[in-house]
């Protein structure tokens, strides 16, 4: 049995040749910062070495940083994390995609069961996954409207409970 | 998990989305050729509730309780998930005691579910006998559970920092006294599984996944313990008092259906085994710790061994009073691609017990949507309107 130290530091040697950068958020944590180009060949180097399995893709709205003039700082971006597990370490894949050019590569072809996440991805962040087998709704309902992506920041659904504020 | 391979004279059965094996929404379409299924595809999202998005809008302490909410089989442990996250992000541990009384209830909660998956998958392969014995002895944990906490389903032991209910001397004697008959019927139930002619009928051999398929299609928990795919977070990553009580892990080689009520069954039995340890040498200090009032912003992910496998949270706090983002990612949504694969070449007959075999829960998937009504004015309804619609319901 390797250590939890050995096996981070196992896919900390695969992914570094893809890495712009990387750290240790947590002791069981290692966070990868890749750009796009460099997702597949990341995932490939952790199937390839049988590291783990991917445990779940996670999006994060990073909307654009409204400066005092009322001006953006830069433009709004989507994060996906790709979550591997062996054993208590976790290792997130972590791409960024500007909204204007929301689009990531599919890695379904080395994931089969990636498709589920990869569907969440598109449909709650209005990421473009190209590539992915399957891009029929898989959580919405089929009259939501188009280009409605509910888990943006910028989506604020008609009516918020609002901690019983409102006659609750 | 498209058709395309099939071509033009595929015939297709839509089963669901109300009652397609379970009483939870689901939809499904399996292409036929005669009686034997030749692809299959999965529709979720009819009980979407919009849970993550809601949760960006609630502070942690009432997070806390919408989380429980996630589901109504497994709800201590998406709490327990939850609770563990923000104390990582605040920096404290919860004291030796209330881990203890979180693993308790965790274990309490695995038996009354497997129990009750029994029963439901049972139930679809028409041995309703089965089915209602399992149910009536899936009683006696849930009085365990309403005894500790006065709740049968939601029982919010959890506490951002420790738990809220301790556990007296008389208690653990009566849930003693339970767990040994529960044993005894479980014991009994394993019997029939291994040797009635007509359950293996059933079950051998059918909806077979090997280990490498298990792996490739990310199957979690007993579905792919059934398949000898090793892990369970108990084991790997402890966390409640997993360190100091530990679970064996069950694994079988077979991978069918057979081994996946096997697994299930052994795993209940564990679970009564470790529950004994943990009373015999209960730790003794005070229920809960001290946390900030502020979470410190930071990311952290938190996983737990939900009776249907690994669950895994998200969580990050920009510093407030609520966090930026919190993603769930259920059990049931893994072990939903196996289903599609598994069903193919299959008799349509034995789709409700090979979709009852991953032990689904439709709730867990289905967080994200809003309520409308059903109205000309397709308008959204105001938390005063549910309530409303509530009260008048009842009267």
Not at chain 2, 89 to 113: N, Q, Y
Request: proline content about 6%.
């Amino acid at each position: 049995m390797s250590t939890l130290e050995e096996i981070l530091q196992k896919a900390e040697n695969l992914l570094q040749p893809f890495a712009q950068s990387s750290n240790r958020p947590e002791s069981n944590r290692l966070d990868v910062y890749l750009s796009r180009e460099n997702l597949i060949p990341a995932v490939k180097a952790l199937v390839e070495a049988r590291w783990g399995y991917l445990s779940t893709i996670t999006g994060i709205d990073r909307p654009a940083a409204v400066l005092e003039e009322g001006q953006t700082s830069e433009q709004g971006e989507i994060e996906v994390l790709y979550s591997f597990c062996s054993g208590a370490a976790i290792v997130s894949l972590r791409v960024r995609v500007p909204y204007a050019d929301a689009v990531l590569p599919s890695i379904c072809p080395l994931i089969p069961s990636a498709t589920l996440g990869e569907r969440e991805l598109m449909e709650m962040f209005g990421v473009k996954v190209e590539g992915t087998p399957d891009t029929s709704r898989l959580i919405l309902a089929d009259s939501w409207p188009e280009g409605v992506y509910p888990l943006r920041k910028s989506f604020v659904p008609a009516a918020r409970f609002s901690g019983g504020a409102e006659g609750g | 998990m498209t058709f395309e391979q099939h071509g033009e004279n595929r015939f297709v059965v839509p089963i669901g989305p109300q009652h397609p094996a379970l009483k939870e929404p689901g939809h499904f379409e399996f292409v036929v050729d005669g009686e034997i299924v030749t692809g299959a595809s999965v529709r979720l999202g009819y009980v979407h509730r919009g849970i993550e998005k809601g949760a960006e809008d609630r502070t942690w302490t009432q997070n806390l309780y919408l989380m429980e909410r996630i589901c109504g089989i497994c709800s201590h442990i998406h709490a327990t998930a939850f609770v563990q996250g923000v104390e990582k992000l605040a920096g404290v541990e919860a004291p030796p005691r209330a881990r203890a009384i979180r693993e308790i209830f965790a274990e309490l909660e695995r038996i009354h579910s497997h129990m009750l998956w029994l029963g439901v998958a049972a139930h679809e392969g028409g041995f309703d006998a089965l089915f209602m014995y399992s149910w009536r002895d899936r009683e006696v944990v849930m009085d365990m559970l309403e005894m500790l906490s006065g709740n049968r389903v939601h029982y919010s032991a959890n506490l951002i920092g420790g738990v809220k209910y301790d556990l007296t001397p008389e208690m653990t004697d009566k849930i003693r006294e339970g767990l040994n008959y529960l044993e005894e019927r479980l014991a009994h139930y394993l019997d029939v599984v291994n040797n009635d002619e007509t359950f293996i009928g059933r079950t051998r051999g059918i909806g077979t996944m090997t280990r490498e398929q298990a792996q490739l299609l990310g199957a979690v928990g007993p579905t792919a313990r059934a398949s000898n795919f090793a892990y369970d977070v108990r084991v790997d990553a402890p966390y409640a008092a997993y360190a100091e009580f530990p679970v064996e892990m069950v694994v079988a080689q077979e991978g069918d259906l057979h081994a996946r009520f096997v697994v299930r069954i052994l795993e209940t039995m564990e679970s009564i085994r470790v529950l004994r340890r943990i009373f015999e040498n209960m730790p003794e200090s005070e229920l809960v710790t001290r946390v900030p009032r502020r979470i410190p912003a930071g990311e952290t992910i938190s996983r737990v061994e939900a009776p249907r496998g690994e669950l895994f949270y998200f969580i990050a706090s920009g510093g407030g009073e609520k966090p930026e983002r919190v993603k769930v990612r259920t059990p049931s949504l893994c072990n939903w691609g196996t289903v599609i694969t598994l069903a193919v070449g299959h008799k349509l007959a034995d789709m409700p017990m090979i979709l009852a075999g991953i032990d689904p829960c439709f709730s867990c998937n289905d967080r994200l949507v809003m309520v409308k009504r059903n109205r000309q004015d397709p308008q959204v309804w105001t938390w005063a309107d549910l309530r409303n619609y509530g009260i008048e319901y009842y009267r």
